[in-house]
């Protein structure tokens, strides 16, 4: 039997954390529940910020390492699928993947530990719904409903609070900006069965788009973004977010233009005219919450 090389094997555990996937909205989403928690209260962020940031991307990293582990076999019928996952083209064995997770749900909980008992906590929960999403003898995303709404917690709300409740317990109106992130991904989830309908279906899959049908599918989608932004113009109504950020996002806008593309966020052809829209949204979300942030930080060091 031929072993695999070394460079080849650290490739695929590169490739099976799908980094480029995430880090664009792990980053920014534990930034801002940091930011919110630190405005109000006169909280200054300190180096725990770099610490639950990096905890985060390692749990989402968790979450796609064991998806992929588990799904292997499926995808191994598939080519576009199987080239993508280094443990159906044998760049790395399972073992060698498990064993990898391991190591990387310890170093996480270790970071989330250092953030203080609520962020371990809620770091938990995460490594917990990560684990169980695609873990086969439970497989959450194999079930209607439970799918949806495991994956918008893990890859969203739950990373949020991770960044708040290192600085701050009591979020108050900060449930508002949790659920509206929340919801986002409940549209995001629904957006990614519905660009795989026809392949999810044809393998006798039984996820939420499935069950409610192609139609049905998208209203909820779209309802779930309405309810998102209800949630976040609630939380602006509140006084959540500092006015002037208000002048950044108009500035934003103008530049994430320059990013318009065909393509959805994970470089898929586009279903419908909000997956153009993805790359954009992250852009301005991104460039608000960096301006944000560096405001935070220089107001510290000038103080």
């Known amino acids: 039997m031929t072993q695999t090389p070394l460079r080849t094997q650290i490739r695929g555990l590169i490739r099976l954390t799908r980094w480029k996937e995430y880090v664009a909205f792990v980053v920014p989403l534990t930034i801002l529940g940091a930011l919110l928690a630190a405005r109000p209260n006169d909280i200054a962020l300190d180096w725990r910020l770099a610490v639950v940031t990096l905890a985060n991307i390692l749990a989402v990293a968790y979450a796609f390492m064991i ?33 990898a997770c391991r190591l990387i749900a310890a170093a996480t909980l270790i970071l989330y ?41 893990m890859l969203s709300g739950l990373l949020l609070l991770a960044g708040y409740f290192t600085y701050h317990t009591q979020p108050g109106i ?41 139609n049905n599918t998208r209203r909820v989608m779209y309802l779930s973004i309405a309810l998102a932004g209800v949630c976040l113009l609630a939380a602006i109504a509140q006084g959540a977010f500092p006015v002037q950020l208000g002048l950044v996002i108009l500035v934003s806008i103008p530049i994430s233009m320059l990013f318009r593309s065909q393509t959805d966020m994970r470089g898929g052809i586009a279903v419908d005219v909000s997956g153009s829209l993805q790359m954009q949204s992250l852009v301005v979300v991104n460039l608000t919450v960096a301006v944000w942030l560096v405001w935070v930080v220089a107001n510290q060091l000038i103080l």
């Open 67 to 99: 998806n992929d582990i588990e799904d292997a076999p499926d995808d191994a019928r598939d080519p576009a699928r199987a080239a993508r996952n280094p443990i159906s083209t044998g760049e790395i064995g399972v073992r060698i993947g498990y064993t």
């Open 113 to 153: 530990a250092l953030g203080g008992v609520w962020a371990l906590g809620i770091g938990l929960l995460t490594l917990l719904l990560s684990h169980l999403y695609s873990w086969r003898p439970v497989r959450l995303k194999a079930w209607p409903v439970t799918d949806v709404v495991s994956h918008s917690l």
């Open 174 to 214: 900060v449930w508002f900006v949790a659920a509206s992130v929340t919801l986002a991904s409940v549209y995001g989830q629904l957006y990614n069965q519905l660009r795989d309908y026809d392949m999810d279906k044809a393998a006798g899959l039984f996820n939420t788009a499935i069950v409610l049908g192609e």
